[in-house]
């Protein structure tokens, strides 16, 4: 089956500095990339996606990259605020009528203003 | 709309008690999916609807889970005799397209 690894588990910026949480999947049969943030007592809040037809996407100041080729995708935060502390979730998914999503274990991002 | 809703927030039972939590989607998905999230780990899927069938389940969806989609609107999701490692935050999402729309999430603690 999938299996996702998020790396860093932890990350702490300076105010205004960029951020950037990496994954890789192992199924190459995946190809719809989600990006969630959680804040304490939520659930996840779906904040960028990429499929697997597209290289990178942008959103204000996030934006996605995936290489496919290398299994790998990317979330990049710029200009960071203390607003964008919270735990992020990569998740990788085949297709629409795959129920299944499989997540990374997180990385908890802590902005200091 | 206010997107999914989940019932109850919190939840404590006893060792060995039932315990059963609803989802109410967002009305026009057909999707709806439950996870299951401890403390510092991803949410791991347990199940999915399309409409009213349950089309996968998860390993982790023992013979003491059931969830049910009756008429393809609200689940419920019952846990029989229940564990302590069934302590765990449980989530509902439900989507249209790809996108998956989680709801607040229910905490079941067992004691």
């Known amino acids: 089956g999938e299996n996702v690894e998020q790396h860093p588990s932890t990350l702490s910026v300076q105010e205004g500095d960029s951020a950037v949480i990496k994954c890789t999947y192992s199924d190459s049969a995946s190809n719809y990339f989600p990006w969630y943030k959680q804040e304490l007592g939520k659930g996840p809040q779906l904040i960028i996606d990429i499929r697997s037809n597209v290289g990178e996407k942008k959103d204000q100041r996030i934006a996605v990259t995936l290489n496919k080729t290398a299994k790998h995708f990317s979330l990049h935060i710029t200009e960071t605020q203390p607003e964008d502390s919270a735990v992020y979730f990569c998740?990788?998914?085949?297709?629409?009528?795959?129920?299944?999503?499989?997540f990374g274990d997180g990385t908890t991002l802590t902005v200091k203003p | 709309d206010t997107g999914v809703s989940q019932d109850p927030r919190h939840k404590i039972t006893k060792r060995g008690q039932n315990v059963t939590f609803r989802c109410d989607p967002i009305?026009?998905?057909?999707?709806l999916y439950w996870y299951r999230q401890t403390l510092g780990q991803g949410p791991e899927f347990l199940t999915y609807f399309q409409n009213e069938a349950q089309l996968e389940k998860s390993r982790l969806l023992s013979d003491r889970f059931s969830a049910e989609r009756p008429k393809g609107s609200f689940s419920t999701l019952e846990i029989q005799r229940t564990e302590q490692g069934d302590s765990a935050m449980y989530l509902c999402?439900?989507?249209?397209?790809?996108?998956?729309?989680f709801g607040p999430g229910t905490r079941l603690t067992v004691t």
């Open positions: 009305s026009e998905h057909n999707r």
């Open positions: 998740a990788a998914k085949r297709n629409l009528n795959a129920g299944k999503s499989t």
């Open positions: 999402a439900s989507s249209s397209t790809m996108e998956q729309y």
